[in-house]
């Protein structure tokens, strides 16, 4: 697709924070290790935790597909796959949030893990679509699905990181009171 042409840069940028971003959340995650296991920790996980890596692993596949040198329209079938895949993934997701007890969900959770991804991948899969009368349209419509995905995962890899430090099992606040 010669509409591609002028998008190697954007997706070098985004593919690469999205592989950068992969690797430090996996040290987060091996450092939040040590705190105290709470119940139903790894619901929660598979709610939470999980969902940020797909998410940055969607842009890194995406900025990987966009960059190779397609012919034809089969790249927009390829990101097309995603978003289906993305709008499932999503659905299940939300079963997770409900189904874990380990954290009560409030609306910024649901925006930032359901509602935004789900929009992400929905318009992934529109953009395969509408690639083939507006290729020009459709690309600027995968480059801010890919954005988003991005700061949602940006959004919710600091959430987990902030959540997990400040908060404190119930016996840690009470020997932090009798001190």
């Known amino acids: 697709m010669p509409a591609l042409a002028g998008w190697e840069n954007f997706y070098v940028i985004v593919g690469s924070s999205a592989g950068a971003l992969i690797g430090l959340q996996f040290v987060v995650i091996t450092l939040i290790a040590e705190k105290p296991i709470v119940r139903d920790v790894e619901r929660a996980s598979h709610a939470f935790a999980t969902p940020t890596i797909v998410h940055f692993g969607a842009v890194l596949l995406l900025s990987a597909v966009i960059s190779a040198p397609w012919h034809g ?71 801010a699905a890919a954005l988003l995905l991005l700061f949602i995962g940006i959004h919710n890899a600091w959430d987990a990181v902030t959540y997990h430090v400040l908060a404190r099992k119930p016996g840690q606040r009470q020997a932090q009171r009798r001190q």
């Open 73 to 143: 329209i089969a790249a927009a079938m390829v990101w097309g796959a995603l978003g289906l895949a993305g709008v499932i993934y999503v659905v299940i997701v939300a079963r997770r949030m409900r189904a874990q007890t380990a954290y009560s969900p409030q609306f910024e959770d649901w925006l930032f893990h359901v509602l935004l991804p789900l929009a992400a991948y929905a318009t992934l899969l529109g953009s395969a679509y509408a690639a083939r009368p507006n290729a020009g349209g459709a690309l600027f419509a995968v480059g």
